[in-house]
């Protein structure tokens, strides 16, 4: 597979982003989403924060209401209710990994989002395992590493990410003498910017190593198709509400030996296969229920399963190119508005998916967000989006690349997905040339 990882079918690896699309490429009949893949909001209201949340899809209410006269407990009784609720959270499991492309040996634990999954994976590593992870990471794939682990600078560009994780395992394998386990945890799409990294490269670069990587996709699953076997990466996180799914619901997918043999990251019921009368008279669940103690969240589950199940059987490389063409549309129209500047980590024309931040010079980022909202009824993100490193290193690099010095402190951020028109765009835009 392309080490872009999101290209879709209908475009080649490593093409830049297609020209600013007439009207007409932009809303064809051909792509306008079906009806499980329509989403909820509010007439009059803008929704141009996807990447922070992503609106509900109709498949994943569906889903829930179709569930809820038969919703009982999961694992824990024998009525016909409860049944029907285990075999719905189980299917569910089965649906996300198959939308995931797990490989057959592999775990699907169900989390409450990414960051729990990573929090996860994190306890779960055997003793003296170093990680490498980059400063461009967002908070989830940055915080919950154990002391000592390797963190590089933001590269400028996709072949530095793989030069650079070559020579720190490289280093790090003469300094444990070649034994110790190492995992590289590295970002599917940058939150900030949108930028696709070249995954499959990392991930062939860390298996020449003998090293694991993990994959934080919640940016990367919605906007593309993600197949854990294909890139042949260890682990992937996901999260429910970046991926038209309600709150509260995630994924770590990902080999089973590291997650069987860790301490269960939470001690309860489900998590046991019998507790003896002692303190510590305990025997662990091997499976995705070592990682699962407590009522789960079967609605969670059965929600983001439905989602998965909808964009499985949808055409992927029309909605993507769809999304193509509202992201240039968008950053042209950006680049036009001579106060507007961009932030980017890679080159101007390297692969994304559907998010843009941004600062108007000379404008505090938070009140023109306010203003959206209030007077535009736009929804946008402001601040540094938990991912401060990386967010300061490229504000400084954008007051350096286009010699502004009133650039403000944090900057804004427009993200799109199923659901987004020319219309929001455009709306954006005309905003935009009026405030500034």
């Given at each position: 597979?392309?080490?872009?990882?999101?290209?879709?079918?209908?475009?080649?690896?490593?093409?830049?982003?297609?020209?600013?699309?007439?009207?007409?490429?932009?809303?064809?009949?051909?792509?306008?989403?079906?009806?499980?893949?329509?989403?909820?909001?509010?007439?009059?209201?803008?929704?141009?924060?996807?990447?922070?949340?992503?609106?509900?899809?109709?498949?994943?209410?569906?889903?829930?209401?179709?569930?809820?006269?038969?919703?009982?407990?999961?694992?824990?009784?024998?009525?016909?209710?409860?049944?029907?609720?285990?075999?719905?959270?189980?299917?569910?499991?089965?649906?996300?990994?198959?939308?995931?492309?797990?490989?057959?040996?592999?775990?699907?634990?169900?989390?409450?989002?990414?960051?729990?999954?990573?929090?996860?994976?994190?306890?779960?590593?055997?003793?003296?395992?170093?990680?490498?992870?980059?400063?461009?990471?967002?908070?989830?794939?940055?915080?919950?590493?154990?002391?000592?682990?390797?963190?590089?600078?933001?590269?400028?560009?996709?072949?530095?990410?793989?030069?650079?994780?070559?020579?720190?395992?490289?280093?790090?394998?003469?300094?444990?003498?070649?034994?110790?386990?190492?995992?590289?945890?590295?970002?599917?799409?940058?939150?900030?910017?949108?930028?696709?990294?070249?995954?499959?490269?990392?991930?062939?670069?860390?298996?020449?190593?003998?090293?694991?990587?993990?994959?934080?996709?919640?940016?990367?699953?919605?906007?593309?198709?993600?197949?854990?076997?294909?890139l042949t990466v260890d682990y992937v996180a996901v999260s429910g509400h970046k991926l038209?799914?309600?709150?509260?619901?995630?994924?770590?997918?990902?080999?089973?030996?590291?997650?069987?043999?860790?301490?269960?990251?939470?001690?309860?019921?489900?998590?046991?296969?019998?507790?003896?009368?002692?303190?510590?008279?305990?025997?662990?669940?091997?499976?995705?229920?070592?990682?699962?103690?407590?009522?789960?969240?079967?609605?969670?589950?059965?929600?983001?399963?439905?989602?998965?199940?909808?964009?499985?059987?949808?055409?992927?490389?029309?909605?993507?190119?769809?999304?193509?063409?509202?992201?240039?549309?968008?950053?042209?129209?950006?680049?036009?508005?001579?106060?507007?500047?961009?932030?980017?980590?890679?080159?101007?024309?390297?692969?994304?998916?559907?998010?843009?931040?941004?600062?108007?010079?000379?404008?505090?980022?938070?009140?023109?967000?306010?203003?959206?909202?209030?007077?535009?009824?736009?929804?946008?993100?402001?601040?540094?989006?938990?991912?401060?490193?990386?967010?300061?290193?490229?504000?400084?690099?954008?007051?350096?690349?286009?010699?502004?010095?009133?650039?403000?402190?944090?900057?804004?951020?427009?993200?799109?997905?199923?659901?987004?028109?020319?219309?929001?765009?455009?709306?954006?835009?005309?905003?935009?040339?009026?405030?500034?």
């Open positions: 597979m392309s080490s872009t990882v999101v290209s879709a079918p209908a475009r080649p690896t490593g093409v830049a982003a297609p020209a600013t699309p007439t009207p007409a490429t932009l809303t064809p009949a051909t792509l306008a989403p079906a009806a499980p893949l329509a989403v909820l909001g509010v007439p009059g209201q803008v929704n141009l924060d996807y990447a922070a949340t992503a609106p509900c899809a109709r498949a994943a209410a569906d889903a829930v209401a179709e569930l809820l006269p038969w919703y009982g407990s999961v694992h824990r009784g024998a009525g016909a209710l409860s049944r029907r609720s285990t075999l719905a959270y189980e299917r569910a499991r089965q649906q996300v990994g198959d939308f995931l492309g797990v490989r057959a040996n592999d775990h699907v634990v169900f989390t409450r989002n990414t960051t729990d999954a990573l929090n996860l994976l994190a306890r779960a590593l055997p003793p003296g395992t170093r990680v490498v992870t980059f400063a461009a990471e967002h908070h989830a794939n940055l915080l919950p590493w154990p002391a000592g682990t390797v963190r590089l600078p933001v590269p400028g560009s996709a072949g530095d990410a793989v030069r650079a994780v070559d020579a720190a395992l490289r280093e790090l394998r003469r300094g444990s003498g070649g034994g110790a386990p190492i995992l590289v945890a590295v970002t599917g799409a940058s939150n900030v910017t949108g930028e696709c990294w070249p995954v499959a490269d990392l991930a062939r670069v860390a298996h020449r190593h003998g090293a694991r990587i993990a994959l934080d996709a919640a940016q990367l699953a919605p906007h593309a198709e993600l197949d854990i076997a294909a038209y799914a309600p709150f509260g619901i995630g994924v770590l997918a990902g080999r089973a030996d590291w997650l069987d043999a860790a301490p269960p990251y939470l001690a309860g019921g489900g998590a046991t296969l019998g507790v003896g009368a002692a303190t510590h008279d305990v025997r662990w669940a091997e499976g995705p229920a070592r990682h699962e103690a407590g009522t789960p969240n079967l609605l969670g589950a059965v929600a983001l399963a439905g989602v998965c199940t909808a964009l499985a059987e949808a055409d992927r490389a029309a909605l993507y190119a769809h999304e193509q063409a509202l992201l240039a549309r968008l950053r042209s129209g950006l680049a036009a508005l001579p106060e507007v500047v961009e932030l980017r980590t890679f080159d101007a024309a390297a692969p994304r998916v559907g998010i843009v931040s941004f600062v108007v010079a000379g404008r505090d980022s938070a009140a023109v967000a306010a203003d959206l909202a209030q007077r535009w009824q736009l929804g946008l993100r402001d601040g540094l989006f938990c991912a401060h490193p990386l967010a300061r290193r490229l504000l400084a690099e954008a007051a350096t690349r286009s010699g502004r010095r009133d650039l403000p402190p944090t900057a804004l951020r427009a993200s799109i997905g199923l659901g987004s028109t020319a219309g929001h765009v455009d709306r954006l835009l005309t905003a935009l040339a009026a405030i500034r």
